[in-house]
């Protein structure tokens, strides 16, 4: 089935740096990804919509100047995390739809395994 | 997209049948109802997802009643591994919104 990379697992990173997440889309091509935050003991929250070839869209009260994704190719979008801060750590996860059809052949959604971010 | 309701949590015997219940009253005619489940520091895992009829695969069934308001999820034959978060989503061709899912504990 299709499958989401996401790079790194975890990362540990001082406050004030800038961190990038990697998502990729194995075996298929992702025109759209999500990316989501899960701080502990809750659900998660979308963050931003990713469209290849064109400007993220962000849900509110997520700043984008802080949180920016790239989506330069159809199996690549990235998160950085700029000018981190502890309360940013959490677990971030992306994911992309994987197949577009209709009736009950959308497949729907898969997502990647999550980045641990730590900001110490 | 539409709400869900879901019982936030419970319990099931290893080797029985899990079955979680999702309401979805206020569901529109083109969205489906996903669901997914999430293992402790893991991405959500897609399960199933359906219309309006009923669906099976090798991980579960999906029941859906007929007026659509209401779904259940069944695990025939629940494992530890089982053991996760469950989510039930109501969407049509747009973003996955994820309320608190229901938690699911699986004991020997």
């Known amino acids: 089935g299709a499958v989401v990379s996401q790079h790194p697992s975890w990362v540990i990173c001082k406050s004030g740096t800038s961190v990038k997440i990697e998502c990729r889309s194995l075996d298929f091509q992702a025109t759209t990804m999500f990316w989501y935050r899960q701080f502990p003991k809750q659900s998660l929250m979308l963050m931003a919509t990713s469209n290849e070839g064109s400007k993220a869209t962000y849900e509110q009260g997520v700043e984008k100047d802080k949180f920016l994704i790239n989506h330069a190719s159809l199996t690549l979008s990235t998160l950085t995390v700029t000018s981190a801060h502890p309360e940013d750590s959490s677990f971030y996860i992306c994911?992309?739809?994987?197949?577009?059809?209709?009736?009950?052949?959308?497949?729907?959604?898969?997502f990647g395994s999550g980045t641990r971010l730590t900001v110490v | 997209d539409a709400k869900t309701t879901q019982p936030p949590s419970m319990d099931c015997a290893e080797g029985r049948a899990a079955n979680l219940p999702c309401n979805h009253s206020t569901i529109s005619g083109n969205e489906y109802v996903y669901w997914y489940r999430q293992i402790h520091s893991q991405g959500p895992q897609y399960i199933i997802h359906g219309l309006k009829n009923n669906e099976t695969n090798e991980m579960a069934s999906l029941i859906i009643t007929e007026d659509r308001k209401s779904s259940t999820l069944i695990l025939p034959h629940a494992t530890l591994r089982d053991t996760a978060v469950y989510y039930c989503?109501?969407?049509?061709?747009?973003?996955?919104?994820f309320g608190k899912g229901t938690m699911l504990l699986v004991s020997p």
């Open positions: 989503i109501v969407t049509g061709y747009s973003t996955l919104t």
């Open positions: 994911s992309a739809r994987t197949h577009t059809g209709t009736g009950a052949s959308v497949s729907g959604y898969t």
